[in-house]
């Protein structure tokens, strides 16, 4: 069965500092999303992604945060400058109900 | 208010007996009201989809069941085991096919299940 994969799985970074976080959704998905979950908190939706382009995005995605498709395969989550409160579980999702492992960021 | 609600925070049951789990919304017009599994660490599992139009969908030992007028939908594991022991997320998805906001998620709050042997 096809699978979204997700990298790092875990992420520590320095608070201020950019990350770059990794996603290759399955091949032949046209819609890909941004997910995060802070611990102990509901699954909360960030952006979706559809023919290259931002189709829509959720109050917590600020200019801090970017997607790309760079390559055609991969999906990538850019925060910019990190904050203490952007740790959480960043989960990507292909098609409508594929989601990733995740990658858990905490921010020092 | 949008809100979406699952009923119980914990459920504790034992092997064999069905669970069944609530998700209730207010405020929404959902077109598909989805549940998953979410084991620690992990991601969300998709488990089944029900649209507005269907009142009824069954996988295996799984059962949904989707209450438009209620605003509700039911989540049944029939014949449970140690190894469905696990939190289960409903969410919904108000957006139509195609449109800007196809495959947007609104995630409950979860119901971690715990089946005992």
């Known amino acids: 069965e096809p699978e979204v994969t997700q990298t790092p799985s875990h992420q520590v970074t320095q608070m201020g500092q950019e990350v770059i976080l990794r996603c290759v959704p399955i091949?032949?998905?046209?819609?890909f999303y941004w997910y995060r979950q802070i611990l102990g908190q509901k699954v909360e939706f960030l952006v979706s992604?559809?023919?290259?382009?931002?189709?829509?995005k959720s109050e917590i995605f600020d200019d801090q945060f970017s997607v790309e498709r760079p390559d055609g395969s991969n999906f990538t989550l850019k925060i910019r400058s990190t904050k203490l409160e952007d740790s959480a579980m960043y989960f990507c999702a292909s098609g409508a109900q594929y989601f990733g492992p995740g990658t858990r960021l905490t921010v020092l | 208010s949008q809100k979406i609600e699952q009923n119980s925070e914990a459920l504790n049951i034992q092997e064999g007996k069905t669970a069944t789990l609530t998700c209730n919304y207010t405020n929404y017009s959902p077109a598909y009201l989805q549940w998953y599994r979410q084991d620690p660490g992990r991601g969300p599992v998709f488990l089944l989809l029900i649209r507005e139009n269907e009142k009824e969908k069954r996988k295996e030992r799984l059962k949904v069941t989707f209450d438009t007028t209620l605003k509700q939908s039911l989540f049944h594991i029939t014949a449970s085991q140690p190894a469905d022991s696990a939190t289960y997320l409903c969410a919904l998805d108000i957006a139509k096919s195609g449109g800007t906001s196809y495959g947007k998620l609104t995630f409950g709050q979860g119901t971690i299940l715990t089946v005992h042997p």
């Open positions: 992604f559809y023919n290259n382009e931002i189709s829509e």
């Open positions: 091949s032949n998905h046209l819609y």
